[in-house]
DNA sequence: CTAGAAGCGGCTACAGTGTC
DNA sequence: GACACTGTAGCCGCTTCTAG
């Protein structure tokens, strides 16, 4: 329902959005009538009428930059409905939590699809990858995944919206782990993977580089199901967050 | 482990508005 | 035009918390 957001308007604040909702201007085509009609709850700056116009057109073509600029960060969460094929979610495994330590492997998960960048085989193509997309999904990761990428890619570029997840579900009350959270909502992990945490990714990787080829599989089993399941996480969070604006109508 | 980003409470500054 | 009031934005410092 980001037909229902104002709150990307020069001067608009939480509270003029909410006024114009409770006068019934639930989209942009009935803040284009309302205007027109002059039948708006309050006066308005003459330019909100040409920036919805304009949003009105960025959507239907899936500019999610547009939006991006003009959104406060904190609401760039709305994005994901309209955009979310745009979207990517991201997790990476190291080597330990250190600022020594190393990338190992990177996982995406893009429309149902799973993309390993692994160490030594592939990692060096993350970055052109990354640049494809303009929604970015993480769990934590501007405070472990965005910080550890950018020691390996100095220059990496970044989506110019990014989704910590962690952080929306707090905003919903629900605090924890990735896996913590996972099991609270009833999402349930893939049997050979499950039980696994970050530090067996560590193990396998050792084990990896000794040679056992299985090792590897099994790590990128286990990163392909955090980062798939962050996806479900991200849908949740969407839902509630939407239900919390009351944007059901 | 431990770095560091984000949230949060409390505070000030200030723009916008209303009143006289 | 001067002044007071209100709500918001911006800022600071403190706390919280997760990652492999």
């Known amino acids: 329902m980001l037909e229902a957001t104002f709150l990307h308007l020069p001067g608009a604040t939480r509270e ?31 330019e909100w009428f040409s920036l919805i116009q304009q949003s009105i057109t960025h959507l239907a073509k899936g500019n999610v930059r547009f939006f991006a600029h003009l959104l406060p960060p904190s609401e760039h969460w709305r994005l994901y409905g309209p955009f979310r094929s745009q979207a990517v979610c991201l997790d990476i495994e190291t080597t330990g939590l250190t600022a020594k330590d190393r990338v190992t492997v990177v996982g995406l998960y893009h429309n149902d699809r799973y993309e390993a960048f692994v160490d030594g085989i592939n990692l060096e193509q993350l970055p052109d990858t990354l640049r494809c997309f303009p929604i970015l999904i993480t769990f934590n990761g501007s405070d472990f995944d965005i910080p550890f990428l950018r020691r390996v890619f100095p220059h990496l570029l970044l989506p110019p919206v990014h989704l910590d997840v962690q952080a929306l579900l707090k905003r919903l009350g629900i605090r924890g782990s990735q896996k913590v959270i996972e099991e609270r909502l009833g999402f349930v992990r893939k049997e050979e993977v499950r039980g696994m945490t970050g530090v067996d990714a560590v193990v396998l990787w050792e084990a990896y580089l000794r040679g056992e080829q299985r090792a590897l599989h099994r790590l990128l089993e286990y990163n392909r199901e955090d980062v798939s399941k962050l996806k479900d996480l991200m849908d949740y969070a969407y839902r509630e967050l939407c239900r919390q604006l009351g944007w059901g109508w």
């Open 16 to 46: 003029i959005e909410q006024r114009l909702w409770e006068a019934g201007v639930l989209s942009w085509h009935d803040f284009l009538e309302r205007y027109q009609s002059g039948t708006l709850p309050f006066p308005v700056r003459p």
